[in-house]
């Protein structure tokens, strides 16, 4: 299992449409290689309608690995124990953090999301998690309800957790560089990346994490 990176551009599967109009796996695999070869440090597999999960988790993983690259599974921990994936992203009403931990051993890299809420981290730190999410921080077309976090929230984080930590939600090149400024090290994203060509938009990012 790989190592959750230290800093930079968490990119997360964006799969729309219909069963008929979704993208294959094949083009869904191309996407993602494309994001990493702009710079994508981690990515996450986020389906909430898939048709063959098993398939194209265990595709996904065969194409991060090339490059050395943790695949993470959105939501399903039995997903990605089937599938070998290096760890798992837990929301509120997704596994408990230590039943997670149990169920896929020390190695594996779970992530929690904590929405606004720093007792969420702290537990979450406490109980295991190999890193902490915030966000949203911008509107986001991708989840258009999530609930809005503070940049001060991040501030908070960042003088007292120990892992590291990822904001989420409407980020692009443009707004990016103030989350990081306050304290998140990863910055996690839909839209930005894949709503245009992965490995350009991964690009674009990339002058954020420098210095
Ligand atoms: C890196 C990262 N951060 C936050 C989320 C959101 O997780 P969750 O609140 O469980 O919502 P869904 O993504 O499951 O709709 C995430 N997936 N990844
Ligand atoms: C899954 C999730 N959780 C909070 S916002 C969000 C979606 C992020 O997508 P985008 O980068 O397109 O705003
Ligand atoms: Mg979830």
Known sequence: MKPFPSRGLYAITQIQGSQTERPSIESLCEAVDAAIRGGAVVIQYRDKNPT?????????????????????????????????????????????IAATRKRLGNAAIIGVSCYNSMERAL????????????????PSSSKPLAAPADMETLRKAKSVLQIPIVAIGGILPENGGQLLAAG????????????????????????????
């Open 52 to 96: 063959d999960a098993p398939f194209a988790a265990r595709e996904l993983v065969k194409t991060c690995h090339q490059y050395n690259i943790p695949l993470i599974i959105n939501d399903d921990v039995e997903l990605a124990a089937l599938v070998n994936a290096d760890g798992v992203h837990l929301g509120k009403d997704d596994n408990e």
């Open 123 to 138: 537990a979450a730190q406490s109980l295991g998690a190999s890193y902490v999410a915030f966000g949203r921080f911008f």
């Open 184 to 211: 998140a090290d990863l910055l996690a994203v839909i839209g930005g990346v894949f709503n245009q060509n992965p490995e350009l938009a991964a690009l674009a990012y990339q002058p954020l994490f420098k210095g």
